[in-house]
């Protein structure tokens, strides 16, 4: 029996599918001209751009649990709960914040290296 996660009110992906489309969701949407080398160079990245709190914690939660420690989370948000609460949160469960750099979009980009 495969194990799946919630990620919306009624949705269920199996986790493979799950990170399919939040990767795919994200390339398409960045706009690389406005992301410097350091930030490309990522392991993993996740765009929670369309999420809502508390979603956007237990996206990026899930996301850094499945890391190994050192490796880096790249975060694309929007809203002003994520941007206030995202960075503080990580910094206090023991993750840094490497880098944070806001795009044209309106969106932010948010560097995160496991602790």
């Not at 941007?83 to 560097?111: K, M, W």
Request: net charge positive.
């Amino acid at each position: 029996m495969r194990r799946i996660f919630p990620l919306s009110a009624g949705e269920l992906y199996y986790p493979l599918t799950w990170f399919r489309n939040t990767f795919q969701r994200f390339r398409g949407h960045l706009p690389l001209d406005s992301v410097s080398e350091q930030e490309l160079s990522s392991d993993r990245q996740l765009d929670i751009t369309t999420d809502t709190c508390p979603m956007t914690f237990v996206r990026t939660r899930l996301a850094l649990d499945r890391m190994q420690s050192g490796q880096t989370l790249l975060l694309r948000l929007r809203g002003e709960e994520p941007r206030r609460n995202l960075p503080r949160t990580a910094t206090e469960q023991g993750h840094a914040v490497l880098a944070q750099r806001e795009l044209a979009d309106g969106s932010l980009l948010l560097l995160l290296r496991k602790g």
